[in-house]
């Protein structure tokens, strides 16, 4: 089993459409976790980071199941902008980051 | 502030030869992380350095590839004798400390290796 495992896609979502994206991970002591967005050949960049409570930072909503191992991203309204990759961060723990990366989930906002 | 730079942004090398990837740091950030994304997969993680000391260099394969950071100057990431299956893009990371998780670490816009 990988240690981080996401659907890679694509998504293909109507403008204003709400979509959810899953991610699981192996390691049971994770300690914490992130969502990046990739856009195509660009760098990674944090998107939000996810937190036992869950978090909301706009249209984007954040969730974290430890019981089942999984972390979500809810995209509300989306837009043609939030076309691009989002991977999935877990940081296993430990004295320094060592952070693991999901392959990505893929989604394509269509007019 | 200018953000974690990578140079050269592509680079072409034929079969055989070297590549040098380097990475500048944020300022203030004595924290770098290299990570290699090849086509259609995730980034993996290669090496943590911290000035002068590299820290952890399990991703990293065995033969071929170095990293260093030294004391004055940016990062290098060294390949030898390049051969098709290191193109790729390779980005680096850093942080401001030890520890710093995702909302600490910042990336660079990588570099681009094609061995041709």
């Known amino acids: 089993r990988k240690e981080v495992e996401q659907d890679p896609g694509p998504f293909n979502v109507p403008e204003g459409a709400t979509v959810a994206f899953n991610c699981t991970y192996s390691n049971s002591a994770s300690q914490s976790f992130f969502w990046y967005r990739q856009d195509c050949r660009k760098e990674p960049k944090l998107l939000m980071s996810?937190?036992?409570s869950g978090n909301e930072d706009g249209r984007f909503t954040a969730q974290l199941n430890r019981a089942s191992q999984y972390i979500s991203l809810l995209i509300r309204d989306s837009k043609l902008s939030d076309s691009a990759t989002y991977l999935c961060v877990v940081n296993p723990g430990g004295g320094y980051q060592k952070v693991t990366f999901g392959i990505g989930t893929k989604l394509q906002v269509i007019p | 502030n200018a953000g974690v730079m990578q140079n050269p942004r592509h680079l072409v090398r034929r079969r055989g030869q070297e590549a040098r990837l380097r990475c500048s740091p944020m300022k203030g950030h004595s924290h770098v992380y290299w990570y290699r994304q090849l086509p259609e997969e995730g980034l993996k993680f290669m090496v943590y350095?911290?000035?002068?000391?590299?820290?952890?260099e399990s991703g990293m394969p065995k033969e071929r590839f170095s990293a260093e950071f030294p004391k004055e100057g940016p990062s290098i990431l060294r390949i030898q004798q390049v051969v098709r299956g290191d193109s790729a893009a390779y980005f680096c990371?850093?942080?401001?400390?030890?520890?710093?998780?995702?909302?600490?670490?910042?990336f660079g816009q990588g570099t681009r290796l094609t061995v041709v």
């Open positions: 350095l911290q000035k002068e000391n590299i820290i952890d």
């Open positions: 996810v937190y036992s």
């Open positions: 990371a850093s942080s401001p400390r030890e520890g710093a998780a995702g909302t600490e670490a910042f």
